[in-house]
């Protein structure tokens, strides 16, 4: 059964029209987090949520913003889509570092974001 | 900053072969962990195996083994008796302390029938 799960998994907006990526875990993590992968890239951090609190990476622009409403759910959105922007949007989860499984990340299967 | 390098951008081996994937990073901390995630075409990434730099052992999951060189900064994936599933882009990161994984540019690998 899918843990993280990702919706919409396709979504084509138009130049500047705002767009709302939506990810949901059932495993209870603390920490979610979204990156932005371009083709044949690696993935590159957002922002990241540790239970309520937001951390933004520090290149993440401005147009990028993200809302945790709880445990369960987390937004990303986009306030003015450029073309740039097009790529595929990953949510993972994690729990509290430090225990055994630091690091190990568990991510949905995307949502691949096109600009028109 | 952390940054880790992966310089094989694609790799394509016969099924069964046994196949190494490089990585290397650069860091000052002494305490971090190294993991290899794999990404198959359309499906979601997952962890193949962690390291935990404290831990001289070289970690081993099944047909997973990496060669870890502390003093080299550097962490290989070594996969054995390779399989069909195991075509996937894979992706060397690293973490320290705080809850970030750093990817690598990942290595396509792909298995041949």
């Known amino acids: 059964d899918a843990m993280v799960i990702q919706n919409p998994r396709y979504q084509v907006t138009q130049f500047g029209k705002p767009v709302t990526l939506s990810c949901s875990q059932t495993l209870n993590h603390n920490v979610m987090y979204w990156y932005q992968q371009k083709s044949s890239q690696a993935p590159k951090l957002l922002f990241h949520y540790y239970d309520k609190d937001f951390n933004n990476e520090a290149d993440t622009p401005d147009n990028f913003q993200s809302r945790r409403p709880n445990t369960s759910f987390c937004f990303l959105d986009i306030r003015s889509p450029g073309l740039g922007d097009a790529a595929m949007y990953l949510c993972?989860?994690?729990?509290?570092?430090?225990?055994?499984?630091?690091?190990?990340?568990?991510f949905g299967e995307g949502s691949r974001l096109t600009v028109l | 900053a952390q940054t880790v390098t992966q310089s094989q951008p694609e790799m394509s081996v016969q099924e069964a072969e046994t196949v190494t994937l490089s990585c290397t990073y650069d860091t000052s901390e002494s305490n971090y962990y190294l993991f290899w995630y794999k990404q198959p075409p359309s499906r979601q990434m997952i962890l193949v195996i962690r390291q935990e730099a404290y831990k001289q052992q070289n970690a081993t999951e099944n047909r997973f083994s990496v060669n870890f060189q502390k003093a080299a900064k550097s962490f290989s994936l070594k996969i054995s008796d390779s399989q069909l599933g195991d075509t996937a882009m894979y992706f060397c990161?690293?973490?320290?302390?705080?809850?970030?994984?750093?990817f690598g540019q990942g290595t396509r690998l792909t298995i041949n029938p």
């Open positions: 993972a989860t994690s729990r509290a570092p430090g225990g055994r499984d630091t690091g190990e990340l568990f």
């Open positions: 990161a690293f973490m320290k302390g705080a809850q970030k994984l750093v």
